[in-house]
């Protein structure tokens, strides 16, 4: 375990921030090396060590940086997510699928022992059942997101028929955290309404009040992803991404939940386009294989999310956005 030296593209969004903070925990702060194209990365990754700017495009530097640094281990974690999808569906289309077919083709070069890769539950559509959504279901994607992420799901499961290449990955739901902002996705509502609590006492929802969707607490999914990474190969026995869930909720009740802890909290709704995307994906997840094959197991309920939540961005100073 000890001997991976593990690459992150895309290290300075929502995910990769704690992912990297975590594998270097576990690996060793100079064994994971964070890469992004911001040319101002988050501080907890420069902080924690080493950093290079990296466009998850430019596959000869790709390359170059696994042959240099003597990477055994890729997590490629840059995408363009829903939302901001629908407002250039060409390039989010480039970024999410030309990224991911370069580093197959340099991980099968390479010889990397890991690759992970992140699918999400856009890959459904309006045609999948909404509750308790199958790991294996009717998958038609509205959205360019949605179509990028099954497809990727598809090359990954041909690259490891193919080629043998163990490369893994996991639907994640809404991912709320506080370390990093959520950049452009359609779930993003669960991480602004905590900021808005705090900072004005109100906040106007984009997404309506009784809409239910798959969510999840960062803790849940760090966790999550390290613990399908770790898992024997033997174990698994698809190579789609894993449905993975844990909590089911709607802006109503996490305005709720928020209400509990501040009883002046106050919501309202403004849908906008927004609500579409939210409308053809599921309201909640059968993670049972993931469950079976990797022992998966959520911690984080609503309750224990919101005061977790409140707590830590109380004490951001000043507000992360
Ligand atoms: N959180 C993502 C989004 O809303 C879903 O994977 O786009």
Known sequence: MTKEKVLIIGASGQIGVELTLALRHIYGNSNVI???????????????????QLDALNGADITACIKNEGITQVHLLAALLSATGEKMPMKAWDI?????????????????????WPSSIAVFGNTTPVDNTPQAT???????????????????????????LDVRSLRYPGLI?????PGGGTTDY??????QAIQTGTYTSFLSENTFLPMMYMDDAIRGTIELMEAPASC?????????????????????????????????????????IADSWPNSIDDSLARVDWK??????????TEDMLHNIKNLAPVAH
């Open 296 to 305: 998966w197991q959520p911690k984080f309920d609503l309750d224990a999310m």
């Open 190 to 195: 669960a991480v602004d309404i905590f900021h």
């Open 138 to 164: 009717v998958i038609e994607p509205k959205t360019v997101y949605g179509i990028s992420k099954y497809a990727g799901e598809l090359w990954c499961q041909y690259y490891y028929n193919r080629y043998g």
């Open 236 to 276: 698994l026995s698809t190579r789609m991404a894993y449905n993975i869930g844990a909590l089911s909720f709607s802006p109503k009740q996490l305005a709720e939940a928020i209400a509990k802890k501040m009883p002046n909290f106050s919501i309202n709704y403004a849908p906008d386009f927004r609500q579409q």
């Open 96 to 116: 999410n699928m030309t990224s991911l077919l370069q580093l197959l083709d340099i991980a099968v070069q390479q010889k990397l022992s890991k690759v992970y």
């Open 34 to 52: 964070a890469t992004d194209i911001r040319e101002t990365p988050h501080p907890l990754l420069t902080e924690s060590g080493p950093y290079k």
């Open 177 to 181: 955290s506080w370390k990093t902002p």
